[in-house]
């Protein structure tokens, strides 16, 4: 066989390096022989007011190459191996490392390349996407015995195309727990309540909830299984809608219903119990929950109070508030709720997504540069969650949930709750974000019934959401994913979600902020 001609290709590039601090009682563990030595990478030591150093986990952010200008050099040719070198301004060798089949490499972005070697990370940044592609193509060459190309460990191959830049080149693991608002006055903005009252009373938006096969047979069901909590029993209705549920309590064999509902949804209602001859056990209450006057003690409490993720609209709370009109050992129709999340892989949606500030790139709009803005677009993009359904098999490990018990819990249980999480995974790969559903269960005397929006079930107009990772984060086989997910009440009838990652056994770690109000519905 011709043996092969080394060539060296180089490219301009900026570095960024993230790398675990050894303990002083793991220094004598490095006894490493010469050939391994070699064989690691050689960094060059420099001292930087820009170092942030963080002792709790062992981690430390090396940032005083960011405004730095390198040259990277690639030499190919040999059958097994690349060597790739990195080098300052005075040619001096900045870090040097020989890439082979077994490196940990994937690419970040489309601009970006992550380069893995024992307990430090490279993370290199083009000047343009076209460099990074020119640069993983060399890579991936093979000889004419077929010789395997460099692999990503996480499945996602170096030679992947995508629309989107590393948006996140620099800032490493970000954790955005600083950014924590302080939980908000739980009174919800005037005008953020009436669009949500004028939303939800809309005929067309109730046409929507009732043709919910899952939703409007499951409450039926839940009430009808269990009519001995209903029969010759006085119930209350929260935020009604067009009463569907006080009618499905009359067929349980309901005394009387109050239905509480704001105008003009309480008149779409009224006009309902009229035209079905019901005025007689159906009265309809107008006004919010915490403003009305039930006029009996009751015995059961039913509501439809879900939105996406269980919690958007904040409608639990004022199911909550109505538990100063029920009776003790009465009834809560739903009883309970679970919020599930999992870490998801899904490359294709990461892409997409950060492809949407595409529109901000353009340098001639009508003769006006757009590029300015399109750093702040697709930070408002990602501070989107999204409302879709997917596979199961994204998921990369077993879900976890968080449980609210609607007879005991208090309204402001509701106003900051934090979530902490600790996912083993379960398959090798990117983990690009959080995925999240819920349950909500029907306890009663005769049998509990469950109302399921997982992705599993058949869909529901509440679907599944997903919230991305600011920049994703690599994981293996049976290495765990901890961190929290806290939701703190907005003054828009919503939550921000705050969500921390890191990767237990690399300290990579991730995060981001998002905007339940605010979702990107992605569904057809």
Not at 8 to 29: A, I, K, M, N
Request: proline share 3%; hydrophobic share 35%; glycine share 6%.
């Amino acid at each position: 066989m011709e043996e092969r001609r080394e060539e060296s290709h180089s490219f301009s590039v900026r570095v960024f390096t993230l790398q675990e601090e050894v303990r002083d009682e793991e220094v004598h563990e490095d006894t490493r022989t010469e050939s391994q030595v070699a064989q690691d990478v050689q960094m060059k030591e420099e001292t930087s007011a820009d170092e942030e150093v963080s002792r709790e986990e062992q981690v430390k952010v090396c940032r005083q190459r960011a405004e730095q200008e390198l040259t990277l050099l690639l030499v190919t040719g040999q059958e097994e191996t690349r060597q790739l070198t990195v080098q300052d301004g005075d040619g001096v060798s900045v870090f040097q490392v020989t890439m082979s089949k077994e490196t940990d490499c994937c690419r970040v972005g489309n601009q970006s390349f992550l380069v893995t070697h024992g307990n430090l990370s490279v993370l290199l940044q083009f000047k343009t996407p076209v460099e990074r592609q020119k640069f993983c193509g060399l890579l991936r060459r093979v000889d004419d015995e077929g010789t395997a190309e460099v692999r990503g460990e996480g499945g996602r191959r170096g030679d992947e195309e995508g629309e989107r830049d590393d948006k996140r080149d620099g800032e490493g693991a970000q954790d955005p727990s600083g950014r924590h608002p302080d939980v908000c006055d739980p009174g919800a903005e005037e005008s953020s309540a009436s669009q949500c009252f004028q939303f939800h009373s809309c005929l067309s938006q109730q046409q929507n909830i009732l043709q919910d096969y899952l939703r409007t047979a499951t409450y039926q069901s839940a009430i009808l299984v269990n009519d001995t909590d209903f029969r010759d029993k006085v119930v209350l209705d929260v935020g009604c809608g067009s009463g569907i549920l006080s009618f499905f309590a009359v067929q349980a064999g309901a005394l009387r219903v109050y239905a509480v509902e704001t105008s003009p949804m309480a008149k779409y209602a009224q006009m309902l119990v009229r035209s079905n001859s019901l005025s007689d056990r159906i009265v309809v209450l107008e006004g919010k929950m915490e403003e009305v006057s039930c006029p009996d003690m009751v015995d059961v409490i039913v509501s439809e109070p879900i939105g996406y993720m269980l919690l958007n609209e904040r409608m639990l709370e004022s199911f909550l508030y109505a538990r100063k009109w029920l009776k003790p050992n009465g009834l809560m129709f739903p009883s309970s709720g679970d919020i599930h999340l999992a870490p998801f892989t899904d490359e294709q949606l990461y892409i997409e997504h950060y492809a949407r500030a595409g529109f901000w790139q353009q340098r001639c709009f009508y003769g006006v540069n757009l590029s300015g803005l399109h750093s702040a677009a697709v930070d408002e993009f990602f501070r989107q969650p999204i409302v879709d359904t997917f596979d199961m098999q994204i998921l990369m490990a077993r879900s976890v949930k968080y449980c609210i018990n609607f007879m005991e819990a208090k309204e402001e249980d509701l106003h900051r709750m934090e979530i902490p999480f600790v996912f083993t995974l379960l398959q090798s790969g990117l983990i690009h974000g959080l995925a999240f559903w819920f349950d909500v269960a029907f306890l009663g005397s005769r049998s509990t019934v469950w109302l399921s929006t997982a992705p599993t079930e058949p869909l529901t107009h509440w679907y599944q959401v997903r919230c991305l990772l600011q920049t994703p984060l690599f994981g293996k086989l049976g290495q765990t994913l901890s961190g929290t997910v806290l939701l703190t009440a907005n003054k828009r009838q919503s939550y921000d979600i705050h969500i921390t990652a890191t990767v237990d056994q690399s300290g990579f770690r991730s995060g981001n902020t998002l905007d339940l109000k605010n979702p990107f519905f992605r569904y057809t």
